[in-house]
């Protein structure tokens, strides 16, 4: 029996399929962040009024796609609040007429992840994210669209960055956190 023309094996896309396939069998990613515990669950993200709501949707998004159940904070086992968004551009190259040339566009935003009793699992920290961009004055609309771009790659980037600092919350780790926790209180609460 010998096949079709359009049914014989090539030994390039053969090649090609056995590489998708392999990859696709050892759960390699292209894009995204890796996956949060479900010992997270159920979540509550709390945005505080100065986060940009593009951020604060950027998180949601990462975590939804990582099949984290989001919730309302009263029904939360956890809550990842979000504090703080600042947004600083200064210029970081001056051309010869004494004008900016590049401009450095900064983001932070301050994280913090509890129980719903109020035990830290991850205490306030900062995270930032920054890039440089090309600034030119007789094409002043395309770069302003090109720092609202920017902006939401910051938002995206630090997103992932958030998402990397739940990465560690296992059950066995919150369990740690937990008996360190009411370890300390009760050590508190006793008398010396």
């Known amino acids: 029996m010998t096949l079709s023309r359009h049914a014989r094996f090539h030994p390039k896309t053969t090649g090609s399929a056995l590489v998708a396939l392999a990859l696709t069998g050892c759960g390699f990613q292209l894009r995204g962040a890796p996956p949060v515990s479900d010992a997270l669950q159920p979540l509550a993200v709390v945005c505080a009024n100065n986060i940009p709501e593009d951020l604060c949707n ?5 975590l939804e796609l990582g099949d984290i159940r989001l919730v309302a904070s ?3 086992a956890y809550l990842l609040r979000l504090n703080d968004f600042n947004q600083q551009r200064r210029a970081s190259a001056i051309t010869l007429e004494a004008a900016a040339a ?5 983001q932070t935003v301050i994280m913090e992840v509890i129980t719903s009793d109020q035990i830290p699992l991850v ?3 900062d995270i930032r994210s920054s890039e440089t961009y090309r600034y030119d004055e007789t094409n002043v609309l395309a770069k302003q669209r090109e720092e609202r771009e920017l902006q939401e790659t910051l938002y995206q980037r630090l997103a992932q960055q958030i998402i990397f600092r739940l990465v560690p919350l296992t059950e066995d780790r919150i369990e740690i956190l937990r008996e360190a926790a009411e370890t300390e209180s009760s050590e508190e609460e006793s008398p010396q």
Do not use: M, S
């Open 58 to 62: 950027a998180v949601k998004d990462q």
């Open 74 to 76: 009263e029904e939360a």
């Open 102 to 106: 590049e401009y450095d566009l900064r």
């Open 123 to 125: 205490a306030e920290v």
